[in-house]
């Protein structure tokens, strides 16, 4: 059974960061695809950055773009997210997701159908 265990979350103010990790197990084939995702409170969730693991190519979602890095350890089998010049909008519950969807890398994000396996999120919390 897929184990996805997320840490690093916490408060911050703007402007500064904070570093996520997703700890993958129980797989027995390599995901395809693995990342990140968040939902704000009141607001649907919504892709922050993923990789690919067949191509390496990396995705980000247009508020990601710049700021956040993904980066992942393959013989440690963990993800992490850096995050930084933080916003308050970027306050959320921050999932790691992992999808086995024999997606084509097409260049484009990911849809969240795709992933079928979630971690139980970390709250992230950015104050003015």
Do not use: H
């Not at 990342?35 to 990789?51: C, H, L, S, Y």
């Not at 396996?117 to 003015?128: A, K, L």
């Amino acid at each position: 059974q897929v184990q996805l265990v997320e840490s690093g979350g916490g408060s911050v103010q703007a402007g500064g960061s904070l570093t996520l990790s997703c700890a993958a197990s129980g797989y027995t084939r390599i995901y395809n695809y693995i990342g990140w995702f968040r939902q704000a409170p009141g607001k649907e969730r919504e892709g922050v950055t993923v990789i690919c693991t067949r191509t390496g190519r990396m995705y980000f979602a247009e508020p990601s773009k710049g700021r956040f890095v993904i980066s992942r350890n393959v013989a440690k089998n963990t993800v992490w997210l850096q995050m930084n010049s933080l916003k308050p909008e970027d306050t959320a519950m921050y999932y790691c997701a992992a999808s086995f969807s024999d997606l084509v890398d097409s260049g484009l994000f990911p849809p969240i159908a795709a992933f079928g396996y979630w971690g139980q999120g970390t709250q992230v919390t950015v104050s003015s």
